[in-house]
């Protein structure tokens, strides 16, 4: 398991963006896929994106496809979520994870962050 921090959460308008980031200090933070889910009060923790080892082939739930982008840089041992066109059913607490293998399920995830909560208002 690493150790994972996220940051750049807060409060926006519909519509506006935000960008969130997760940090490690593991040095094997190059062997991990990265990924991001959320879970909105009385809902279940979802799937939103992930990337692979080399930041190639990124997979998003269809319900961010094209306002989401996940990208990472190995270099700085960190992960990030550019988020646009944000809509109030995106509000959730938002929370980074990794994984030795690529995954779209919570059951896949090796390793979790605290969680940054985002909220959008209408």
């Known amino acids: 398991q690493v150790q994972l921090v996220e940051s750049g959460g807060g409060l926006v308008q519909a519509g506006g963006s935000l960008r969130l980031s997760c940090t490690t200090s593991?040095?094997?933070?190059?062997?991990?896929?990265m990924g991001w889910f959320r879970q909105a009060p009385g809902k279940e923790r979802e799937f939103v994106a992930v990337i692979n080892w080399h930041g190639e082939t990124p997979a998003y739930a269809d319900s961010v496809k094209d306002r989401f982008t996940i990208t990472r840089d190995n270099a700085k041992n960190t992960v990030f979520l550019q988020m646009i066109s944000l809509k109030p059913e995106d509000t959730a607490v938002y929370y980074c994870a990794a994984s030795s293998r690529i995954f779209t399920t919570r059951a896949a995830v090796d390793s979790w962050g605290q969680g940054t909560q985002v909220t959008v208002s209408s």
């Open positions: 593991a040095r094997s933070f190059g062997t991990y896929a």
